[in-house]
């Protein structure tokens, strides 16, 4: 009998696909994780930074309304929102990128450059207090009548929104001066984007908040028709001191970048002096020493602003004056 020789063939051994998978699924994880933590890094780091500018934010919020004042209710939100939209371009498009520039390869720019800003804002609410004190009735009534220029507001309150804007996004950049430069990217889209729903969210609930009451006046219930007319009623009082407000916070803020500013650039002086008599008054007065502090600084800012946008109004008022009498001249001799 003939004994046949067989082999053993060598076991076959699949393709290690499931540990590939379970590694490719390990790396993932933690891919996911390590996104996830960026994620919550820059949400700390623009919590932070919006925080910071939170003055600056109010101040915004108080500005826009007065803008819509005089408009139909139904132009209102449009308006609105199309002056959000230019908030976000200025935000996004323009102060963003040349931050980020500037912030890079000429840090040293940013300081005059947001001083000039500052300085436009004393003028506007210079002009405003201005117009207030001097201002013609016949040319206001006239004003009243007329329907107003939509495109003149809303470009009004863009560019008025550019320079708080500019001061929001560079107190934004102070706080996350120690990040890279795309996080410090990232960090500072997230602000501008979150800021600006806030402050436009906030806008339009208030202008909107007479129509809501309108509607509660007409309920069944009288306490919340009650409630419907004391907002109707309370409404344009609002408005009013929303005006007011918005008038003192440009010149509180420009006041206030002027005099840091000035102290960044090494004229220590003026604001110097108002850092020791904030300290005085906080050593002072105790438990409200914080609080006095910031109402003695928001005080000398917003008098720093006044006059030196009070100069300003006075070297434009001459200077189309000038521009005027020269038209005239030259009409009158041709």
Known sequence: MTVRSTSVLPERKDPPVAGGLVALFDDVALLARAAAASIDDVGAAAGRASVKAAGVVVDDTAVTPQYVQGLSADREIPIIRKIALGSLRNKLLIILPAILLLSQFLPWLLTPILMVGGAYLCYEGAEKVWHKIHGG???????????????????????????????????????????????????????????????????????????????????????????GRGLVKGMPRLLTALTVVGTAAMLWVGGHILLVGSDELGFHALYGALHHVEEAVHEATGALGGVLAWVVDTLASALVGLVVGALVVLVVSLTLHRRKNSGAAATTTH
């Open 137 to 227: 009735h016949d040319e206001h009534a006239s004003a009243e009548e007329a329907m107003p220029d939509e495109k003149t507001i809303v470009t009004g309150a863009v560019r008025t929104d550019f320079i708080l804007s500019a001061e929001i996004m560079v107190i934004s950049l102070n706080e996350v001066a120690s990040e890279g430069f795309w996080s410090r990217a990232v960090i500072l889209a997230v602000v501008g984007v979150l800021i600006t729903v806030l402050v436009y969210g906030v806008v339009g609930l208030i202008v909107k908040m007479d129509d809501a009451g309108l509607r509660l006046s007409q309920s069944s219930k009288k306490g919340v028709a009650g409630l």
